[in-house]
């Protein structure tokens, strides 16, 4: 896989000051970060460091108690997460979050919901704009299961997926919203080495091919310095670290509380 | 054994989605809906048209509607016969009150005040879950029988609360024949579930499955829950008044509110569970299973009483009967949790893979 | 297992059965229950009318040579399953079904135009809808006996006696204790249009189904502080309401109960406090009537007997049941005379209802005098009694106060005719005209 | 004001009698995740058989054991037949079998003893306590303290029963955690068993209650719904959240009825708790005593 | 003026013209049959030949193509065509490496390639084949960041703006072509030596392709699976010459691992598949068939005993009685024609197969459940088309009839010589090879020995050159022992020695899938296939194959000395990576016996165990030593009996 220049642009999401509690837990505290269009963004840290939480802000399944978010230029208190899916934001779960009664072909369908337009009385006719947009975003989800590779599985049950094909379904419902920016938590959890190449390639390949900006919280070491852009480290809900993967590598602060332990 | 699909392909998607996408599974639902429609109302006697089948349609339609809320959107309802109460006597009061109102214009009223007081029952359902909102739901249950006791306007001050359905005119002609109230009924119910399924199918079913399987991600995808959610309260709601409205109209004639109690929904309940929630062909097979069981065991009865040359005691088949619709529901649930469809499923597998195991 | 096979077989033979009938049968089909809430009254009602058709035709050899058979149907006391066994019974025997009692208000309902449409036809003794006492608009419907608004108007007549005349209610009040139903709620209009007539206050209270509970409305009638209870109860609401009157002190003697809440069932569960509480029924309690000895006698000596536990022969439901044997019985009887000892239709059997009489030597004939009133049917009038006995329950049995007291008809009549007229217009149906029948 | 407490302090009571059938709800939905509906018919069953026995002539005494006996079997045989073979089935499929159970229970006990209602006289008479109409002119009844007596004293052993046995903190592991409960070798079949004999008790205790309350008929089993909307407010988990949910849902629905009714024209106890119950609900949708779930992604 | 139909160009202007809209090519992409019709084929051909003549193309020069069986490569075979090129299909899953030789023998400048694992490959070849310049692919996926290659889309839209610039010069390039113009360049896979270029006409081809389909009468409506490698010239007759030739459908499968769901979902008309897909299915069948419950498999046992009792003898229209006939009928209601069906077999009107030899046994398996199973025979150099076997005359044991237009004469030392119009014109740049395999009359010397019996079946035993003699003098043909143990489900491979020794004795190669299942069953734990093969168990099962094998040879006259004494089980699969098989996956004989020279002696030495340590290469080149303890066991072997001969 060899790196090529990406086309990191311009800021597109800010979050400035986030502070999160539960019931006088802090999950974060004071973070602030920023992050580029078309770059993939890491967010490292031990267990507990507070990373889903932070994607969980961004995409507004958590409401900070303090701090702001940018997005797009658009300075904002909180998300919500219908709202953040309206802008563009998808994402995926730590512990996977399929549709368990749905076969794959459907819950990669349910990332097109947004786009669909039609009535549910034209729904309930199967006519007109309703059959159209079915068949148009169909299209559209092969295309995507195409991209990802699950061809064979389409009709299958997701619950009856092994772990690493539920990911990569979980990644193609994501990307079926056409996101701009996808947030990615902990997408090769659980994988083995050949899952894992294969989810690096693809999320390069999301990269490289749709522009998709890409923040991404992942544990192994390797595959966070091979395909990020930039990396923020948390520990304890505080950021200790943001640069390049050079960079954080010799943070001094981020050896100590998070390279140092073995990973 | 009998689906040969070796040469069934599809070159389109509007082919690859197709409700039935196997040429032979086309054929059997074309004979069937021949039959139900032609032959069925040719031979069969005015017991079965006017006792059985319809019946039958009617509550394969209400579990349908329950079906919607609870099989595909998640939502557990216990209030599915108050839904069908608001149909029953909207439908009797929009004919009542508006003169030379059509029937089936009234029966679409029925359904949208139906859907309207789903909502309104529909609204804890955003903040709770699970069994405390099957509970709720039991309010709409008492709440609504109540209220069309309580206020005789609804009964048009029936001095016993029956109310008796106007008869069923389509253009001029009436409909009082059982064949005649069974085509009524099949020619509705046929088209409500195609209806249903169509929207299982679309983006407003996936949306329902979606938040029934997982909210939270559901909602991260950009599904409005509260939309979502009352919209399947309103469906399915505005199923059940239908068929609330088919059973006062084309069924019993005659209904009272506490025609539309518990045991009802638990009925209707019953049937979504063993005919196999988040399944359309379930909630005809439940519809089957539950309303041909009782009567089953109770035409059995005396035969078995008279083949036996016993002398029961009074009462005791009567109670038999009752152990044994018990027993065989837990006896299904522990068998089969999916129901009937998927038992239909696998069946169908089978015969897909046949000879072969898998 | 030979027995198992012969049941298979039974089984398999499945709607084959109506062919096993013999000609000369006459078939009445026992559309009733015996489960659920109210299985004690159906199992008492079907208990008595059963055994008294087993009696005739163990002692008569039938009605005019033709042996009654029947069949039981289990409804559930539910109206869809209620029109399932109406549908299927209504075909059996050789001429179908002679008549049918759905013991259920709902269920008569739902079979008022299906048995005028199949001519078969439907009696409600005591239950049903009462303006089918117009016989005009409802040909096919028979309320025998009574109905909720006459007795209802006999109940005032009773209190205004107890009163020391009808004047004597001026200025009294009365709670109505109802079920929270349709059922409950059907003799408000009654009751106020008498309170009107009579100058009593009258409040009516409701207990929601099924009457566990009602600490709360009899606190509201200890603050009312009425002179008369009127108590429209339905299965567990009686016993309840007897024991919530106690425990507010009101005196028993003084709740005067409608014929679905003053049998047995209702008083025994309540104890002591069902003490001196007072009832209205179209029937009375007993077994030293012959028509019951006569049961004993050629039904229970011989082992048979719809009874389980023996000691509810002669209670309220199960002599109410012989009361619709002995209806049903009369009016094939009846309809013999004109139509000639066979079986007939139910078409033949609706003249025959039509047109019974049973006069009080009759009911001494039957071993029934004092047992029920006497009936008189006719076309104008499907009531054709109206009369009620009003008993009071001392503990251990229930004891008849008074003899037959009718209804207030000036006041009942003209409200039927208007509601059935109602009926008519809503349904389209020319009333008939009774000076030209028969 | 004599009256509103009068009406309050006989919902309190009627309350207590609602928490004693929400009791059995409770415990079998602590121990075992089912929501069983059965309840209701299961005291039915204990009061018709109680009755049956004292009908047949046996001792109080030795018909309550007789009794209790026959609720174990049912309660072993119910977890055996019913619910072993449902293990690891969806609630709603647990709960289903439970309303099927039902019906078999309603026949089983009207085949079993018939469907006449009987009386019940467990020498508490339900009448007014004289002292106390005399002295506040409040008619408290003395079955209705003695019940609530009762109640008072089933809470406490259950609670001592939970707390102080090693089968009661064994029923707390395994309400706590299924899966932990069965790695530290708690049998888990046994202790549902356990768990269903404890409510077969609970519900002889209230069909006794009860039945000689109202008589022992059919009707009994609608005391299961009397018992929702407690279970709700109280939370399905908590002891004290059915004694406390009992306690308002009683005096709620009276007050309701004696003071809200007339306005509406009465009736309205069928679904005033329901409603209530609703209301609660949308303000904290565990319930009272509920746990607090937190939607962790 | 009569349309002439003699180049492959021009066939498919004449099916453009004739049947516009009917479907000529499908590809299963994007979850559906992607239809492309006659006249859109006609059009995309156009364009892409445009669009290499933009590029440079031109007549006499060389087009390689390399992938999967992808609509559009099929394309480019036609375009280039069209414009006077010679298309060289090449194996896909071959490494870069091997492609050099190739590339640069036939002077490469252009290639089209499927995706960019192959482009990849092109890149990686490229600094050793100074002539190719022009990479062109079809999957865009993943080629973002190349440069100096095109893809197929930009191709073809530069050669519409090409035809537009230049109209009629499409038509004038195929108005060039001359039937005896090289239509392709196949290399033979060579069981020894480098490859070599196999030159054939479009009239050779279509001839061939014109005989087989009146043979057989194909039409427009058939449909055929295009999933055997576009280098193999058994595809290019069935998918190019066939198809061109009789205008019907040719269905790409959406990957090598769906090929079975996507032969089920076409149920193909005509079918063709080498004995090993056959063999593989039986195999599968029989496994399926074990885990099924019992009433099922007894219904399978009691009805496969009638189909072998009378099934081919129906498919063939001989008598057969009443009885048995209804028993049929039965059988293919509740058995035959669901397990045709699952198979995907439901429509086919006629199968193939070739390649190498079939055992009986199996081939009769599919004639009994009613599929109309037949071999033909053929070489790279003949077309693949030098005899079938006819409609209801199907000899087992034999190959079939002359195939219309080809003369068979039998040569010297039973080697089988072919004439016909169908002959390749040459090797590419081989003088020398050509001049020795076609002698001066004109007959071309396939290699094979066989005979043809009285009614002028062609009957074949082995290459000529394999057959061999035993150290005793008795007749050797270890394809033939081979071919006998491969039809046991449980054995994959076999390599049968004797030639010039006393006794024969084999390496057997078991199958993993199929002892697998055997073992699960028996509850043997195995912790992989050197493992598995190494249980006695196995062995034990093997040698029962074995020795039904040395029982039957007993009864074949001259081949009851070939009888297996002593066999092993070899540690590793033979593998076409390792170069143990030929990418069509026959044996390398020599190679083996080169390589496993150690594990032969300790065979003929009569040791028990055999340490031996192998080289293995993975796909993605990486290699790993794999050392082994072999057992090596005796078969027990049978008196000659003389019932028939071999």
């Not at chain 4, 939970?162 to 009661?168: L, V």
């Amino acid at each position: 896989m060899t790196a090529t220049t990406r086309r990191a642009g311009d800021v597109i999401l800010k979050l400035d000051n986030i502070s999160l509690s539960f019931g006088g837990v802090k999950a974060l505290t004071d973070i602030s970060f920023d992050v580029r269009e078309h770059e993939v963004r890491a967010i490292i840290g031990p267990n507990g460091a507070g990373k889903s939480s932070m994607l969980n802000v961004i995409n507004g399944v958590y409401h900070p108690q303090a701090g702001t978010i940018t997005f797009r230029g658009e300075v904002r208190r909180d998300m919500n997460p219908h709202r953040a899916a309206a802008s563009g934001i998808a994402r995926t779960f730590q512990n996977i979050a399929l549709f368990r009664g749905m076969s794959v072909l459907d819950n990669i369908m349910t990332g097109r919901n947004l786009k669909m337009k039609a009535h549910f009385l034209e729904q309930a006719i199967w006519f007109g704009r309703a059959r159209r947009e079915e068949l148009e975003h169909r299209a559209k989800v092969e295309e995507i299961i195409d991209f990802l590779e699950i061809q064979h599985i389409r009709k299958t049950p997701v619950g009856r997926l092994p772990y690493g094909l539920q990911k990569r379904v979980e990644l193609a419902r994501a990307l079926a919203a056409e996101p701009s920016m996808l947030l990615l938590d902990e997408p090769m959890a659980g994988m083995n080495v050949e899952e894992k190449q294969d989810m690096c390639r693809f999320v390069l390949d999301v990269n490289e091919q749709y522009g998709t900006t890409i923040v991404l919280i992942e544990h192994d070491m390797g595959v966070v310095m091979d395909i990020s852009d930039r990396v923020v480290v948390l520990d304890y809900g505080k950021k200790i670290g943001d640069g390049t993967p050079d960079e954080v590598r010799s943070n001094k602060t981020v050896i100590d509380a998070y390279l140092g332990v073995a990973h | 054994m009998l689906y040969r699909e070796a040469g069934q392909f599809k070159a389109s998607y509007a082919e690859d989605q197709q409700i039935f996408a196997i040429r032979q599974d086309r054929i059997a639902v074309g004979a069937l809906l021949v039959f139900a429609f032609v032959v069925v109302p040719l031979v069969a006697n005015q017991y079965w048209l006017s006792a059985i089948l319809t019946p039958l349609l009617i509550f394969a339609l209400a579990a349908i509607g329950l079906n919607i809320l609870t099989g595909y959107a998640g939502q557990l309802s216990l209030g599915t016969a108050a839904f069908m109460a608001v149909g029953a006597f909207a439908a009797y009061n929009f004919v009542l009150r508006v003169p030379g109102i059509p029937i089936l214009v009234a029966f679409v009223l029925a359904g949208i005040c139906a859907a309207l007081v789903g909502i309104l029952f529909g609204l804890p359902s955003l903040r709770i879950k699970g069994f405390y909102l099957a509970v709720a739901t039991l309010a709409a249950q008492f709440f609504v029988v109540w209220a069309l006791t309580k206020f005789g306007w609804f009964s048009n001050n029936s001095s016993s609360g029956v109310i008796s359905a106007q008869k069923i005119e389509i253009l001029g002609y009436t409909v009082d024949t059982p064949a005649g109230k069974y085509l009524f009924t099949l020619t509705i119910v046929a088209v409500l579930a195609l209806a249903a399924k169509n929207l299982v199918r679309s983006s407003t079913g996936r949306a329902w499955m979606a938040v029934r399987d997982m909210d939270v991600a559901a909602s991260v995808i950009g599904i409005r829950l509260m939309q979502t959610k009352l919209s399947a309260f309103a469906i399915s709601s505005a199923y059940c008044g239908v068929a609330g409205a088919l059973y006062a109209f084309a069924y019993l004639g005659t209904v009272e509110p506490e025609g539309f109690n518990l045991d009802m929904s638990f009925r209707v309940l019953f049937m979504v569970i063993i005919g196999g929630v988040g399944s359309i062909l379930g909630s005809f097979l439940g519809a089957a299973f539950i309303v041909l069981l009782p009567i089953f065991l109770n035409t059995a009865a005396p035969l078995i009483e008279h083949g036996l040359g016993l002398q029961m005691p009074p009462g005791f088949m009567s109670n038999l009967e009752l152990i044994v619709f018990g027993a065989l529901i837990v006896f299904f649930l522990a068998v089969e949790p999916h129901g009937l469809a998927r038992l239909w499923q696998i069946g169908k597998e089978k015969l897909r893979l046949w000879p072969f195991p898998h | 297992m030979k027995s198992f096979t012969k049941a298979l077989l039974g089984l398999a033979m499945l709607g084959a059965a109506a062919t096993t009938h013999a000609q000369n049968e006459q078939f009445v089909p026992m559309v009733g229950y015996w489960v659920g809430p109210y299985a004690a009254g159906g199992s008492g009602i079907f208990g008595g009318m059963i055994d008294y058709i087993n009696m005739v035709n163990a002692r008569d050899g039938g009605v005019g040579g033709v042996k009654l058979t029947y069949e039981k149907c289990e409804t559930e006391y539910n109206n869809a399953r209620g029109v399932e066994c109406y549908e299927r019974l209504k075909k059996k025997g050789p001429t179908g079904a002679t008549l049918v009692h759905p013991l259920s208000t709902g269920i008569t309902y739902s079979l008022i135009e299906k048995g005028t449409q199949d001519k078969v036809p439907i009696v409600s003794i005591g239950y049903g809808r009462t303006d089918a006492s117009d016989g005009r608009v409802f040909p096919w419907v028979f309320p025998l006996l009574t109905n909720y608004w006459s007795q209802n108007t006999a109940k005032i007549k009773f209190i205004g006696s107890k009163e020391g005349g009808m004047d004597k209610l001026k200025g009294k009040k009365i709670v109505n204790i109802y079920h929270d139903s349709a059922y409950g709620k059907e003799t408000i209009p009654v009751l106020d249009a008498q309170a009107k007539k009579y100058g009593f206050t009258v409040t009516h209270i409701p207990v929601p189904h099924p009457g566990n509970e009602q600490g709360a409305q009899w606190l509201q009638v200890r603050q009312i502080k009425p002179d008369w209870v009127i108590l429209r109860g339905w299965g567990v609401m009686n016993p309840v309401a007897l024991k919530g009157a106690a425990k507010v002190g009101f005196p028993r003697d003084r709740i005067i109960g409608v014929w679905w809440s003053g049998a047995e069932e209702d008083t025994i569960p309540a104890g002591d406090a069902a003490k001196g509480y007072i009832a209205a029924g179209f029937n009375v309690a007993g077994s030293n009537f012959p028509v019951i000895q006569d049961i004993k006698k050629y039904v229970y000596a011989k082992g048979k007997g719809e009874m389980e536990d023996p000691t509810r022969i002669g209670s309220i439901y199960y002599n109410r049941g012989v009361v619709h044997g002995i209806v049903t019985v009369e009016a094939i009887r009846k309809a013999q005379e004109k139509y000639g000892k066979k079986p007939l239709t139910g078409e033949q059997i609706r003249w025959g209802l039509e047109n019974l009489t049973i006069s009080e030597a009759r009911l001494k004939e039957l071993g029934a005098a004092g047992f029920m009133q006497p009936l008189k049917v006719s076309c104008l009038d499907h009531e054709g009694g109206g009369a009620v006995k009003f008993q009071q329950w001392d503990g251990k049995e229930w004891k008849v106060i008074t003899d037959w007291i009718t209804p207030d008809r000036d006041l009942v009549r003209p409200m039927i005719e208007q509601s059935a007229a109602g009926y008519a217009k809503e349904k389209n149906i020319t009333p008939r005209d009774c000076s030209k029948e028969s | 004001m004599s009256f509103f407490f009068e009406v309050l302090i006989g919902g309190l009571l009627s309350g207590v009698m609602y928490s004693l059938v929400a009791l059995g709800f409770v415990l079998i939905y602590k121990a075992s995740g089912v929501f069983n509906f059965a309840q209701g018919a299961m005291v039915f069953f204990a009061a018709l058989t109680f009755v049956g026995f004292l009908e047949m002539g046996v001792w109080f005494w030795f018909a309550f054991a007789l009794t209790l006996g026959a609720m174990v079997v049912l309660g072993l045989a119910t977890e055996r037949i019913v619910l072993r073979p449902l293990v690891n089935q969806p609630q709603i499929s647990l709960f289903m079998a439970t309303i099927g159970l039902t019906f078999v229970l309603e026949g089983l006990a009207q085949l079993l003893w018939g469907s006449q209602p009987h009386g019940l006289d467990i020498g508490i008479q339900d009448e007014p306590l004289g002292w106390i109409s005399d002295a506040t002119g409040m008619n408290i009844s003395k079955f209705d303290l003695a019940a609530a007596g009762i109640a008072a004293a089933l809470v406490t052993s259950l609670a001592l029963f939970f707390s102080r046995t090693r089968i009661g903190r064994a029923l707390r592991a395994v309400a706590d955690d299924h899966q932990a409960a069965l790695a530290v070798g708690i049998p888990l079949q046994q202790i549902w068993g356990i768990v269903w004999t404890v409510a077969g008790f609970v519900a002889l205790v209230a069909g006794m209650l009860w039945g000689a309350r109202n008589g022992v008929q059919f009707a009994l089993t609608f005391l299961a719904l009397k018992a929702l909307p407690v279970l709700i407010l109280g939370g399905f988990e908590s002891i004290p959240g059915a004694i406390v949910g009992g306690l308002i849902i009683g005096a709620s629905e009276k007050l309701a009825e004696v003071y809200l009714g007339p306005y509406v024209g009465g009736g309205i106890e069928g679904w005033f708790p329901y409603v209530l119950a609703l209301l609660f609900l949308l303000v904290r949708p565990e319930g009272l005593f509920g746990e607090k779930h937190i939607d962790r992604v | 003026m009569e349309e002439q139909r003699d180049t492959f160009p021009r066939l498919l202007a004449h099916h453009a013209a004739v049947r516009p809209g009917h479907p000529a090519t499908r590809e299963k992409d994007l979850g559906i049959w992607q239809t492309w019709t006659w006249s859109q084929v006609a059009d995309e051909v156009r364009a892409l030949a445009c669009g290499l003549a933009a590029e440079g193309f031109r007549r006499g020069m060389h087009l390689a193509i390399i992938g999967d069986n992808r609509p559009r490569l099929y394309w480019s075979m036609v375009a280039a065509q069209a414009l006077g090129g010679i298309p060289v299909p090449m194996y896909q899953d071959a490494p870069a490496a091997d492609f050099v030789f190739v590339l640069n023998d036939a002077e490469i400048a252009y290639a089209v390639v499927e995706d960019q694992e192959q482009v990849d490959k092109m890149l990686e070849a490229m600094p050793q084949v100074p002539t190719l310049k022009h990479v062109c692919y079809d999957d865009p996926r993943g080629m973002r960041n190349y440069e100096g290659v095109t893809s197929f889309a930009h191709l073809q839209e530069k050669g519409r703006e090409f035809d537009r610039a230049n109209p009629g010069w499409y038509e004038a390039e195929v108005a060039k072509g001359r039937p005896t113009d090289v239509s392709v360049m196949l290399y033979t896979s060579g069981t020894t030596g480098k490859p070599k270029g196999v030159c054939l006409t479009h009239d050779a081809f279509i001839a061939a392709a014109r005989g087989g389909c009146s043979f057989d009468r194909l039409t427009a409506n058939d449909s055929i699976l295009s999933y055997l490698p576009m280098a193999w010239v058994g595809d290019h007759l069935f998918s190019i010459a066939q198809w061109l030739e009789a205008g019907f459908t040719i269905n790409c499968p959406e990957s090598g691992d769906t090929v079975m769901t996507d032969l089920r979902e076409i149920g193909p008309t005509y079918y063709f598949a080498p004995p090993r897909v056959f063999e593989n299915l039986l195999t599968q069948v029989m496994i399926r068939m074990e885990d099924a419950g019992a009433i099922k498999r007894w219904l399978f046992r009691r009805f496969m005993d009638v189909a072998r009792r009378c099934g081919a003898e129906i498919l063939d229209g001989k008598p057969v009685g009443g009885g048995d006939r209804l028993l049929y009928a039965l059988g293919n209601l509740l058995v035959y024609g669901p397990l045709r069906n699952v198979l995907g077999m439901s429509r086919i009107r006629v199968a193939y197969t070739a390649g190498a030899a079939i055992g009986p046994d199996l081939f009769r398996f599919y004639r009994s459940i009613g599929i109309n199973l037949k071999q033909l025979y053929g070489q790279t150099e003949t077309c693949a088309y030098v005899c079938l076997q006819p409609d209801g005359d199907v000899k087992l044991d034999s190959v079939g009839l002359p195939a219309p237009g080809v003369e068979i004469r039998i040569g010297e030392g039973g080697e089988v010589l072919v004439r016909g119009r169908m002959l390749l014109k040459e090797y590419y740049k081989r003088p020398d090879a050509t001049a020795e395999s076609i002698d001066a009359d004109g007959y071309f010397h396939t290699g094979d020995a066989g005979f043809l019996d009285d009614a002028g079946h062609l009957k074949i035993i082995d290459r000529a050159k394999d057959v061999g003699k035993l150290g005793t003098g008795a007749m050797f043909a270890p394809n033939y022992i081979e071919n006998k143990l491969k039809f046991f489900p449980h054995i994959k491979e076999a390599v049968a020695f004797g030639h010039g020794r006393d006794m024969v004795c084999a390496f057997v190669n078991i199958d993993a899938g199929s002892v697998g299942n055997w073992a699960e069953r028996r509850g043997l734990a195995y912790s992989g296939y050197t493992d598995l093969a190494q249980k006695s168990e196995v062995y034990q099962l093997i040698r029962e194959c074995v020795e039904k094998v040395n029982a039957e040879l007993a009864t074949e006259g001259d081949l009851a000395a070939s009888q297996v004494h002593r066999f092993l089980i070899l540690h590793k699969e033979l593998d076409p990576d390792d170069d143990e098989l030929t990418r069509t996956r026959k044996v390398r004989r020599g190679f083996v016996a080169e390589k496993y020279a150690v594990l032969i002696d300790a065979l003929y030495g009569g040791k028990a165990v055999q340490h031996i340590e192998t080289l293995v290469r993975f796909e993605d080149g990486r290699t790993n030593m794999v050392a082994a303890d072999l057992k090596i066991d005796d078969a027990k072997t049978f008196p000659a009996a003389h019932g028939k001969a071999a």
